[in-house]
């Protein structure tokens, strides 16, 4: 990874050529003959590299570099996919791909620059999330059935196989609707969560050319403001008292909220095992759990917001 990130801070031919190329990868991986395919690890993997490299340029050398390079791929992929496809209307398809999964990264990695402060990233996350949330509700008439109707046809599908002969129609029916009441919180969230993970990965880049140990303090001191703690609360109460269009909206901003605290949640994590001697198989173990059971990552994000009011490290610290 470090041999990478050097080679991106070469120059801007080195940057704009590992942009361009790691972007025609993500394209060509999620999209084929003009049809949206299921992403794999694969394709997740480059874009999060594609807009980590955005991401490095522009928290080392400022907006403007960011934008040459941001620019530049751009061009060059546009003009890549258009020689590989020969269809406009793909290529300009995989432009506005492109610009999704860039410029919001683009943008907070100029926060992280100016601020150097991960919470206010936070912060700029959650109300970046909450904007697409609510604009999905302005724009689309009851998402919740449009999910549903998706989800009804790629999963029925699948059940006409005699191998899922065993659910229950109407079991699998009811969850399909729960299920798409969520899902465009869910989506939100994952598209969030990816645009932090670029920006993280850059910080980390960052890091190891010029500030060895720097993203581990700065990672470790992670904490969300309690603006965006009271907003969480009140988005909670609106989704557990509200009914209707409110109450749904609500619920889908909750997942938004438990992908960010998340972050200060594991930082707290993390603070607490590196203060014992054997921490590395601690962190094992704990990452094992988290795999195994995926429900104690909701615990994690719920201490990490109620650190907004109790500030546990700076109590773990003050007791070392």
Known sequence: MKTLASFIMRGRMQAILVTAVLSLVTILSSFQAGEVREPGLFALICGVLMAAVIALVSLRKGALEGFVILAGAGIVATVLNFILSQNTNFVVFSLVFFVIMVVPVWGLALLLRRTVSLGHVLAASVVMGMVGVAGVYAVIDN?????????????????????????????????????????????????????????????????????????????????????????????????????????????????????????????????????????????????????????IAILVALVGWVDTWFNFRAKLGSSE
Do not use: C
């Open 143 to 295: 998402p919740a059935d449009q999910w549903y109707e998706m989800l009804s046809i790629s999963i029925g599908d699948q059940l006409n196989d005699p191998r899922f002969s065993m659910f229950d129609a109407g079991e699998v029916d009811a969850y399909l609707k729960t299920l798409a009441g969520w899902m465009t919180g869910l989506l939100v969230a994952a598209i969030t969560s990816i645009y932090l993970a670029s920006l993280l990965l850059a910080r980390w880049w960052q890091a190891l050319l010029y500030n060895p140990g720097g993203f581990k303090k700065e990672f470790y001191e992670a904490r969300v403001g309690r603006h965006i703690g009271i907003t969480a609360l009140l988005v909670f109460v609106g989704a557990l008292f509200g009914s209707g269009f409110l109450a749904e909206m609500m619920s889908n901003m909750l997942w938004l909220f438990s992908f960010i605290y998340l972050i200060p949640g594991l930082a707290i994590v993390h603070s607490m095992i590196a203060m014992v001697s054997a921490a590395k198989p601690l962190f094992i173990v704990f990452y094992l759990f988290l795999a195994v059971l995926p429900q």
